[in-house]
Nanobody, 125 residues
Framework: QVQLVDSGGGLVQTGGSLRLSCVPS????????VAWFRQAPGKERNFVAG????????YYEDSAKGRFTTSRDDAKNTANLQMNSLNPDDTAVYYC??????????????????WGQGTQVTVSS
């Protein structure tokens, strides 16, 4: 059974940093693209960052560029999202997801097969 556990959220002040982790089980991790989406209250879940299978190319939503870095370690079955220079607009529940797709579908929520339970990130002003 495939399971994703995402963690690392918390409460930080504006300008602070957090590192989110996604640990999958029940699958061969290197075969999957991994991405992070977030959902703020009353809003849709949107793509934030992702890293493709095979090539490990990275992709970022515009507001994340230069502040967030996603990485993966297939040997350790772990993906991470390092978030720096956080601001209140980053407040949301963050979810990791896995997909058999590649970079062409990485921003599409419908391409993802499984999701973590979500981890809350709150940035105070």
């Amino acid at each position: 059974q495939v399971q994703l556990v995402d963690s690392g959220g918390g409460l930080v002040q504006t300008g602070g940093s957090l590192r989110l982790s996604c640990v999958p089980s029940g699958l061969t991790f290197r075969h999957y693209t991994v991405a992070w989406f977030r959902q703020a209250p009353g809003k849709e879940r949107n793509f934030v960052a992702g890293i493709s299978r095979m090539s490990s190319s990275t992709y970022y939503e515009d507001s994340a560029k230069g502040r967030f870095t996603t990485s993966r370690d297939d040997a350790k079955n772990t993906a991470n999202l390092q978030m720096n220079s956080l601001n209140p607009d980053d407040t949301a529940v963050y979810y990791c997801g896995i997909s058999r797709g590649d970079g062409s579908t990485i921003t599409s929520e419908s391409a993802y097969d499984s999701w973590g339970q979500g981890t809350q990130v709150t940035v105070s002003s």
